[in-house]
């Protein structure tokens, strides 16, 4: 007997220690999955790069940079060239609301700012932060930390602070409204919604990272990363290397630094760090799993998970502000663009239903319809 483990991205087939990788873009495809797992037949395509999801047939990734003179930039739809955006700030999040990307700032004397739309004015907003993070999905939820490391929520833009019992450094939040945080004295803490009440959780971290749907990763004093499957669930410690930073997203796509500003990558808990080429300071991981990378010397570099390579993006910026979902604007060139990819998809698919493949004979077959994103098996 089998169960079926559903996710949001690839998954893995896990038997006398072997894994096998299957993409996210085979859903809808047919799979045999014969017994010991030593064979595996897919009719389907295998990407080599995740793409984000359409809407309307209109889609991009969408990144923001700013500048050692806090001046804000915006890449544009052919990803290479950076559109100004009146205003500086110091740091930003953002969110997709209403197929519209919108951004909460801070500048450097801890006003508050916000942009409902790229093409839209900065509003201002009444308080002083010096860090703010809105939800994942949250309908425009977003929480903040002043200066006194007081802890504040805010329904919407419309809405008022509330402020919340506590004194945090930093916090993450997950789409279900879960925040976790870190203190000065780098305890952690976490709370379900602004109403609930903080629970302490067990060890100390100097740097933590909350996925969605709820996986912590994080940092301690001595460079070891820690991992945890959720609320409720114990710390594992994660072997291979020591870290100064890491940066994740929805899809399980882990991207750390060390101290010698080598870049690592891992998929998830249980597989192992791979070195990737580069020096780089800061990281900003995308839900795409597009990663943005900056140097020492403030040069942008992109690529797309593990599979990818670096391209340098022109320009010098010292952060990047990176959005976990999608947001989806008008483009004549993505419409086209869009559409000869539908074609050549067609065109793919049905070179791939020609093409005949040799198995060993074993045992059991399990056949699967995949209907969602992504499904794996575990023997129970």
Known sequence: QYEYDISEKE??????????????????????????????????????EKTLARRDGYYKEDILGITSANHIYWLDDNGRDWVNIPGQITQCTMIELDRQLHVWSINAANDIFYKAGLRSDWVHIPGKLSYIKAQPKGNGRVWGINSAQQIFYRGNAASNWQHVPGALTYLDIQENGRVWGLNSAQQIFTIDGPNGVWQHIPGALTVLRVTPDGKVWGINANQDVFYMAGYGQPWQQVPGGKFV?????GFNDVFAINANQDVYYRNGFRINWTHL???????RVLGNSAVYAINSAQQVFRRHGLLGT???IPGALNDLCGNYGTTYHYSAAIAA?????????????????SVSYTHLTLPTIYSVQISVVAVSLKKK
Do not use: H
């Not at 930073?245 to 997203?249: A, D, M, Q, V």
């Not at 663009?337 to 239903?353: G, I, M, P, S, V």
């Open 11 to 48: 998954f893995f087939f896990f038997k006398q220690k072997t894994a096998y990788e299957i993409s996210a873009c085979l859903v809808g495809s047919e799979m045999c999955i014969r017994d010991r797992l030593s064979v595996i037949l897919i009719l389907g395509l295998l990407c080599p």
């Open 245 to 249: 930073t890491l940066e994740t997203n």
């Open 277 to 283: 080429p580069g020096k780089f300071v800061k990281l």
């Open 310 to 312: 670096w391209a340098q």
């Open 337 to 353: 663009a869009d559409q000869k990819a539908a074609a050549d998809k067609r065109a793919a698919e049905e070179a791939a239903r």
